[in-house]
């Protein structure tokens, strides 16, 4: 893990959706404090922070140790044995999975699939955050659990993408019910999709005056896929294209006129049939630059709104509606989980 994230990023992205929730101290009429549980693994699980105030978190990432083996089952395990003690809500409840590895040994790959579905079951999604292992090269067994779950699989390459990884995962929701709808995309990260026999999956994107932006879809199962991008709203194509036969990806590239709203609809190419793909936005713009970024993470504390908030966007995060708990998990050989949970009472 030291060798594979030096700057240890997944602590980084773990302190800043920590630092998004609303502590007991921060609250507003109306509010529900939100509450962090913190589970390390390597080898083994163990819970570091027990459900709490999300205002003492930050200390304990800090003194996550990069060593050991990947053992993200085990961890998932723990947080769901969590999630589901007597008083919370489990089907109000989210694990984030921040990782840069992939199960290590393989023969773990089994256990982690056991306990992706048994969140599943228990109504609680799951999402990971990986940093250096591409949905192609993760175990399509896992990619497919994750996202029968209602979670989300993004891969992030550099430590300037790190906030996006939070943001998308925010965007999307990480507790309650699966969103409806287009998945958000942000630049520089890798998303998972898992197309069905009967529908396409779409995503969105939020493109500024100017920009030219280029999306890539890649099949990572051997089927043909077809990209359409259409501007939201409108039922006529701007562009469209098919996966290559022989690297099975599909390129589409675009510069907009104004400031606007964009989907990317990914459907079969050749017939009813069903598998995963990977989608990434590519943009013109210089995401560090803050006039530039399209990044929905604001200046300030930020906070993910209560269940009786109104319906907008704040530091990323919308309503999860009903209470609702979001785990998150840390590591690669360390993958610690960190659970946000709005308790009802």
Known sequence: MEDTDPSNLRLQAAKLLVGKLIPSSGTTTGQTADQVT???????AEVLYPLGDPSGAGA???GIPANGGTFIGGGISAAVDELTRSGNKPDAAGIFVLTDGADDPPSLISDTIDSINRAQQAGIRVSFGFLSVDAEEQDSRITSAILSSGGT????NTAEDTSKLVAQALLNGLVGPPQTGSVPLLPG?????MLSQTSLTTFSYAAQSGEAFNVTVT???NIPLKATLKQAGQTSEIKSAVTDTSTGIALLEYTTFSTGNYTIEVSSAG????GLFAVQIGSSLDPCKPSNSTVPLPSGTGAIPSPTASTVFTAGAVPMGGNAALQMGVGLSLMAAFLEMFLSG
């Open 38 to 44: 913190i589970v390390q693994f390597n080898e083994t």
């Open 60 to 62: 304990t990432i800090d």
């Open 153 to 156: 699989f993004t891969t992030v």
């Open 189 to 193: 990260l890798k998303t998972a999709g």
């Open 219 to 221: 099949a990572i199962d």
């Open 271 to 274: 017939g009813s049939k069903s």
